[in-house]
Protein backbone atom coordinates (compact mmCIF):
# COMPACT_ATOMS: atom_id res chain seq x y z
CA UNK A 1 0.00 0.00 0.00
CA UNK A 2 2.93 2.22 0.99
CA UNK A 3 4.69 1.57 -2.90
CA UNK A 4 0.82 2.92 -4.47
CA UNK A 5 0.64 6.07 -2.22
CA UNK A 6 4.35 6.53 -3.30
CA UNK A 7 3.60 6.02 -7.06
CA UNK A 8 0.24 8.18 -6.59
CA UNK A 9 2.19 11.00 -5.43
CA UNK A 10 5.48 10.62 -7.70
CA UNK A 11 2.86 10.68 -10.68
CA UNK A 12 0.92 13.65 -9.34
CA UNK A 13 4.00 15.74 -8.74
CA UNK A 14 5.23 14.83 -12.25
CA UNK A 15 1.77 15.95 -13.82
CA UNK A 16 1.49 19.08 -11.74
CA UNK A 17 5.05 20.38 -12.24
CA UNK A 18 5.86 18.80 -16.07
CA UNK A 19 6.01 21.91 -17.12
CA UNK A 20 8.86 22.29 -15.47
CA UNK A 21 11.01 19.92 -17.70
CA UNK A 22 12.78 23.00 -19.52
CA UNK A 23 12.97 25.12 -16.28
CA UNK A 24 16.24 26.74 -15.64
CA UNK A 25 17.51 25.46 -18.51
CA UNK A 26 19.33 26.25 -21.63
CA UNK A 27 17.78 24.78 -24.84
CA UNK A 28 19.63 24.49 -28.14
CA UNK A 29 17.64 24.07 -31.01
CA UNK A 30 17.01 24.81 -34.33
CA UNK A 31 14.96 27.56 -36.12
CA UNK A 32 12.13 26.51 -38.21
CA UNK A 33 9.91 29.41 -39.16
CA UNK A 34 8.41 32.77 -38.42
CA UNK A 35 4.67 32.61 -37.16
CA UNK A 36 4.84 36.43 -36.51
CA UNK A 37 7.40 38.98 -35.14
CA UNK A 38 8.08 37.32 -31.44
CA UNK A 39 6.99 33.72 -32.10
CA UNK A 40 8.57 30.86 -33.94
CA UNK A 41 8.74 27.64 -34.64
CA UNK A 42 11.41 25.36 -33.28
CA UNK A 43 12.63 21.97 -33.48
CA UNK A 44 13.86 19.91 -30.45
CA UNK A 45 15.07 16.50 -31.38
CA UNK A 46 12.03 15.51 -33.72
CA UNK A 47 9.54 17.55 -31.62
CA UNK A 48 8.20 20.70 -33.35
CA UNK A 49 7.15 24.01 -30.87
CA UNK A 50 6.39 27.20 -30.78
CA UNK A 51 8.50 29.80 -28.89
CA UNK A 52 7.57 33.21 -27.36
CA UNK A 53 10.20 35.78 -27.20
CA UNK A 54 10.38 37.14 -23.38
CA UNK A 55 10.09 40.41 -22.55
CA UNK A 56 9.09 41.69 -26.10
CA UNK A 57 5.70 42.26 -27.90
CA UNK A 58 5.74 42.36 -31.72
CA UNK A 59 2.83 44.22 -33.72
CA UNK A 60 0.10 41.68 -34.39
CA UNK A 61 -1.24 40.80 -38.07
CA UNK A 62 -3.26 43.79 -39.38
CA UNK A 63 -0.60 46.21 -38.00
CA UNK A 64 1.86 48.48 -39.05
CA UNK A 65 4.94 46.97 -38.91
CA UNK A 66 3.66 43.63 -38.53
CA UNK A 67 5.08 41.81 -42.11
CA UNK A 68 8.67 43.53 -41.35
CA UNK A 69 8.92 42.52 -37.61
CA UNK A 70 8.16 38.85 -38.81
CA UNK A 71 10.19 38.72 -42.23
CA UNK A 72 12.80 39.74 -39.95
CA UNK A 73 12.45 37.35 -37.40
CA UNK A 74 12.24 34.49 -40.15
CA UNK A 75 15.72 35.33 -41.69
CA UNK A 76 17.40 35.34 -37.83
CA UNK A 77 16.06 31.89 -36.96
CA UNK A 78 15.04 29.87 -40.04
CA UNK A 79 17.75 26.82 -40.45
CA UNK A 80 19.80 28.48 -37.58
CA UNK A 81 21.03 26.92 -34.41
CA UNK A 82 19.23 28.79 -31.56
CA UNK A 83 20.35 29.08 -28.00
CA UNK A 84 16.95 29.66 -25.79
CA UNK A 85 17.04 30.54 -21.94
CA UNK A 86 13.80 29.32 -20.79
CA UNK A 87 12.00 31.88 -18.57
CA UNK A 88 8.30 29.64 -18.15
CA UNK A 89 5.88 28.12 -19.81
CA UNK A 90 3.32 30.00 -21.80
CA UNK A 91 -0.79 30.06 -21.34
CA UNK A 92 -0.76 28.20 -25.01
CA UNK A 93 1.54 25.29 -23.62
CA UNK A 94 4.65 27.54 -25.76
CA UNK A 95 8.00 28.22 -24.54
CA UNK A 96 8.68 31.56 -23.44
CA UNK A 97 12.53 32.46 -23.02
CA UNK A 98 15.53 34.69 -24.58
CA UNK A 99 16.88 33.54 -27.78
CA UNK A 100 20.47 33.96 -29.23
CA UNK A 101 21.09 33.15 -33.00
CA UNK A 102 24.95 33.02 -32.01
CA UNK A 103 25.90 36.40 -30.69
CA UNK A 104 22.61 38.25 -30.78
CA UNK A 105 19.66 38.39 -29.17
CA UNK A 106 16.51 38.35 -30.85
CA UNK A 107 14.24 40.23 -28.56
CA UNK A 108 16.79 43.09 -28.27
CA UNK A 109 17.82 42.85 -32.16
CA UNK A 110 13.84 43.88 -32.99
CA UNK A 111 13.18 46.74 -29.96
CA UNK A 112 17.10 48.10 -31.50
CA UNK A 113 15.44 48.23 -34.86
CA UNK A 114 11.62 49.04 -33.67
CA UNK A 115 9.91 46.21 -34.81
CA UNK A 116 8.82 45.38 -31.20
CA UNK A 117 8.39 46.71 -28.27
CA UNK A 118 10.09 46.12 -24.88
CA UNK A 119 7.33 44.53 -22.45
CA UNK A 120 7.68 46.18 -19.39
CA UNK A 121 4.44 44.00 -17.85
CA UNK A 122 7.12 40.30 -18.21
CA UNK A 123 10.22 41.73 -17.68
CA UNK A 124 10.17 44.91 -15.52
CA UNK A 125 13.80 44.92 -14.05
CA UNK A 126 15.36 44.99 -17.70
CA UNK A 127 16.67 48.73 -17.73
CA UNK A 128 18.54 47.60 -21.00
CA UNK A 129 15.80 46.66 -22.88
CA UNK A 130 14.15 49.97 -21.31
CA UNK A 131 17.02 52.56 -22.80
CA UNK A 132 17.30 50.79 -26.23
CA UNK A 133 13.59 51.10 -26.63
CA UNK A 134 13.81 54.48 -25.52
CA UNK A 135 16.99 55.14 -27.91
CA UNK A 136 14.62 53.59 -30.95
CA UNK A 137 11.48 56.11 -30.46
CA UNK A 138 13.57 59.03 -30.17
CA UNK A 139 15.74 57.76 -33.41
CA UNK A 140 11.80 57.35 -34.34
CA UNK A 141 13.00 53.69 -35.99
CA UNK A 142 10.14 51.31 -37.51
CA UNK A 143 7.01 51.56 -35.71
CA UNK A 144 7.83 54.54 -33.48
CA UNK A 145 6.78 56.49 -36.90
CA UNK A 146 3.46 55.66 -35.27
CA UNK A 147 1.71 52.13 -35.34
CA UNK A 148 -0.72 51.33 -31.37
CA UNK A 149 0.99 49.12 -29.47
CA UNK A 150 0.16 45.83 -29.80
CA UNK A 151 -1.44 45.87 -26.54
CA UNK A 152 -3.57 48.79 -27.23
CA UNK A 153 -4.60 46.93 -30.76
CA UNK A 154 -5.78 43.40 -29.41
CA UNK A 155 -7.92 45.22 -26.49
CA UNK A 156 -9.77 47.40 -29.29
CA UNK A 157 -10.20 44.29 -31.85
CA UNK A 158 -11.66 42.36 -29.09
CA UNK A 159 -13.97 45.21 -27.90
CA UNK A 160 -15.78 44.42 -31.27
Known amino acids: MKKLS ?3 VII ?3 LAFGSLAHA ?3 IKVKGISALDGDTFTILEGKSKKKVSLFGVDAPEKGQDYYAQ ?3 FTDKMIKG ?3 TIEYQKKGPKGEIIGIVKVGDKNLGRELVVKGMAWYNKKQDPKNKKMAELMAAAKKAKRGLWKGPMAPW ?3 AKIFKK
Open 69 to 71: AKK
Open 152 to 154: DYR
Open 24 to 26: NKI
Open 80 to 82: KKL
Open 6 to 8: LLI
Open 12 to 14: AFS
